[in-house]
C-alpha cells in the first residue's frame, strides 16, 4: 500500500528515477527516446527536482509504500495569476498504474492550496491515459500550447483548467 507524504530531499535520487522511467514509458512513442532522454537530463536532473522541492509555495508530494516510490506530484502557484495552480507533474511508475495512486495524489494536491481557484496544466498531445485521467477527475480543454513545460520546447499539449472550491 502506497501512502502520500511531502517529498524530502533524501527522495530527490528516487525521484529522478521514477520520472526518467515514466518519462521512457509515456512519451517513447510520442516524443521519441532520444528527445525523452534529452528533457529527462535536463527537466528531471537532481538539481532541478530540488529546486522544485525547495520553491516557497509549491507542494512536492510522493507515493511512498516504505521501499519505493509508486509515485509522485508537483504543483505551484502560478507566476502569472494569483488565484491558480499549475500541476506540474503527476507521474506513476510503469508498475503501479490502475492502483489509485494517481487519484490519491491528485485528490491531496486539490487540498493544498485553499485560497486557489482554479487548478491548470498542460497534457502533450497524444497522451492519451494522462488526457482521460484529467477529464475523469473534472478538467477540460481550455486551450492549446505548441509549447509544453517550457517556452520553445516545441511540443505540442492541451491546457486543462478545473475549477476548486476554495474557502
Known amino acids: ?6 517529498a524530502m530531499e533524501a527522495d530527490i535520487p528516487a525521484v529522478c528515477s521514477l520520472l526518467d522511467i515514466t518519462w521512457h514509458a509515456t512519451y517513447d512513442p510520442i516524443l521519441g527516446a532520444e528527445k525523452v532522454s534529452q528533457l529527462v537530463a535536463s527537466w528531471h536532473s537532481a538539481q532541478a527536482v530540488k529546486a522544485r522541492l525547495e520553491r516557497k ?3 512536492f508530494l510522493v507515493a511512498d509504500d516504505g521501499r519505493r516510490l509508486g509515485g509522485m506530484a508537483y504543483a505551484a502557484p502560478s507566476k502569472t495569476k494569483a488565484d491558480v495552480i499549475n500541476l506540474h507533474q503527476l507521474y506513476i511508475h510503469p508498475d503501479f ?9 491528485f485528490a491531496e494536491i486539490e487540498t493544498c492550496f485553499p485560497h486557489a481557484k482554479k487548478l491548470a496544466l498542460e497534457v502533450v498531445i497524444g ?7 484529467y477529464q475523469a477527475h473534472g478538467l477540460s480543454e481550455v486551450s492549446r500550447t505548441e509549447n509544453c513545460g517550457t517556452c520553445g520546447s516545441g511540443i505540442p499539449a492541451i491546457v486543462m483548467e478545473k475549477d476548486l472550491p476554495g474557502v
Do not use: K, P, S, Y
Open 1 to 6: 500500500m502506497f501512502f502520500v507524504r511531502t
Open 127 to 133: 497522451n492519451d491515459a494522462a488526457l482521460a485521467f
Open 97 to 105: 498504474l490502475r492502483q489509485g495512486i494517481g487519484r490519491d495524489l
Open 57 to 59: 509555495g509549491g507542494e
